[in-house]
């Protein structure tokens, strides 16, 4: 029996993971940012964008939210590799900006043009009352499939075009989350060398094309926490049928996937966490955690490497304003 692929409904702040909103801030957005307003530093101009490392799991929410908030028109368009790994890695940071002013007015309205696109094999509601299901897509192959398939319907003659795949607006900005782990090794599967650098080059490819078939310049955010350890084979191993040539070849050499990636990018961002989590002197129930983010230009004329340096302090507090976790930049 044919599957058929269902694209849920998008999630918003409130469906990943934030607490009830306390009160109503209002808060002036400005250019694009990994942190909340005010709160920390702009990020530079930028067409394509790699985060790479320790990065807060945040991030990719500040991003689009002080993306959105610029103009009234913009909506991003998210695309993660496992969306309820991302809803758990949200919940179990806590950003307390997030928690706290997700549900007001004004951060309601900004967050409705973020769309997380969740696609699957079963009907919307039974994903959302099943955690325990598949995610789609699946494999990288699914989503290079997704990625070429998604359309914003021009006119009446677009009506043969599934609305699985057709999208209300053009997006303004595009993210992929994590797509490492489409490559990582799975329990129980013994057979992840079918994958190759070209098959996470063709992803990339794919996002931008995507961007690309757009009118106007999209800049593109891609989020990897795992890039710096994934390495890959350049070439494939022959199939099991062929048991007897992969006995007599050495296994494929595995390098780096993250040294291929400069001429996608024009900034590339690696995020340290430069120790564990410290209790401090002052509140020895306060801990804080200690992050450094180094930004490099990769075209023709590099700027000098930017560097930030902040803590972020995991408080215990009873009340809402003092739980979860927020930010403190070094001097």
């Not at 496992?82 to 309601?108: C, E, F, P, T, V």
């Not at 677009?158 to 303004?172: G, M």
């Not at 990636?261 to 410290?278: Q, R």
Request: aromatic share 8%; charged share 20%; hydrophobic share 35%.
């Amino acid at each position: 029996m044919r599957e058929q692929l269902t694209v849920a409904s998008p999630v918003g702040l409130a469906g990943l993971g934030a607490r009830l909103p306390v009160n109503h801030i209002h808060q002036k957005f400005a250019m694009a940012s990994l942190f909340p307003p005010s709160s920390g530093p702009l990020l530079p101009s930028f067409n394509s964008l790699l985060i790479k490392g320790h990065y807060h799991p945040s991030a990719p929410i500040h991003l689009s939210l002080s993306h959105t908030a610029q103009h009234a028109d913009t909506q991003v368009l998210c695309l993660t590799s496992d969306r309820r790994r991302m809803q758990q890695a949200l919940q179990d940071y806590d950003d307390n900006w997030l928690a706290i002013n997700s549900g007001s007015g004004k951060i309601k309205d900004i967050s409705s043009r973020i769309k997380l696109l969740s696609v699957a094999t079963t009907p919307a509601h039974t994903i959302e009352s099943n955690p325990f299901l598949p995610s789609y897509p699946p494999t990288p192959a699914h989503l290079c499939l997704l990625l070429s398939m998604l359309r914003v319907p021009q006119s009446s003659e677009d009506q043969h075009i599934t609305s699985n795949v057709a999208l209300e607006r053009a997006p303004s900005m595009i993210i992929l989350h994590e797509l490492s782990w489409f490559f990582l090794p799975q329990e129980g599967d013994d057979d992840h060398c079918k994958w190759t650098i070209s098959s996470y080059l063709t992803l990339l490819a794919r996002a931008q094309a995507l961007l690309s078939s757009f009118s106007g310049s999209i800049p593109d955010g891609f989020f990897d926490s795992q890039l710096n350890q994934l390495m890959l084979p350049l070439t494939k191993q022959p199939p099991r049928l062929y048991g007897f040539i992969r006995e007599a070849q050495p296994p494929p050499t595995r390098e780096p996937v993250a040294k291929y990636l400069a001429k996608f990018f024009d900034w590339i961002g690696t995020v340290h966490e430069e120790n564990a989590t410290l209790e401090t002197d002052e509140a020895p129930s306060e801990k804080r955690r200690k992050r450094q983010l180094d930004l490099c230009q990769t075209n023709d004329k590099p700027s000098p490497m930017i560097s930030w340096h902040w803590q972020e302090v995991i408080g215990p507090g009873d009340s809402p304003e003092a739980k979860g976790v927020s930010f403190v930049w070094d001097s």
